[in-house]
């Protein structure tokens, strides 16, 4: 289990860093939000692509026992417990999960901004 060794909330930057040994990630919490393990956002095992969250930010982080963290959002969601272990692979695979999601995003028409209508054009 990789539990950090430090945890801080930058809200002024909308991201939360995570610390193991010398090693620190800073993750935005547009990325969190998407990626959250709740069963709203991995809907049991078939995903329920998030948008529209470019904006959102953290407004609360709080253990979840000895083995996760609760993170609480402004657009209201608080269900995901991100465990010791998810926390690593989303610091570890950042890049990987950002460019899929980005990927997923543009395959279905979406947008990371709420106010942008994207519009896709059937050739």
């Known amino acids: 289990m990789h539990i950090p060794t430090a945890i801080q909330l930058h809200k002024a930057s909308r991201t939360l860093t995570l610390t193991y040994g010398e090693a620190s990630y800073d993750l935005p919490a547009e990325f969190l939000r998407v990626h959250s393990p709740s069963a709203e956002v991995q809907g049991h095992g078939n995903p329920i692509l998030q948008y529209g969250k470019i904006q959102v930010a953290l407004v609360g982080v709080e253990p979840a026992g000895q083995y996760a963290l609760k993170l609480t959002f402004d657009d209201g969601h608080d269900s995901g417990l991100y ?25 279905a028409g979406k947008s990371r901004d709420p106010a942008e209508s994207v519009v896709r054009l059937m050739l």
């Open 83 to 107: 465990s010791w272990d998810y926390l690593y692979q989303l610091c570890t695979r950042k890049d990987e999960l950002w460019a899929d999601y980005l990927a997923e995003l543009d395959k």
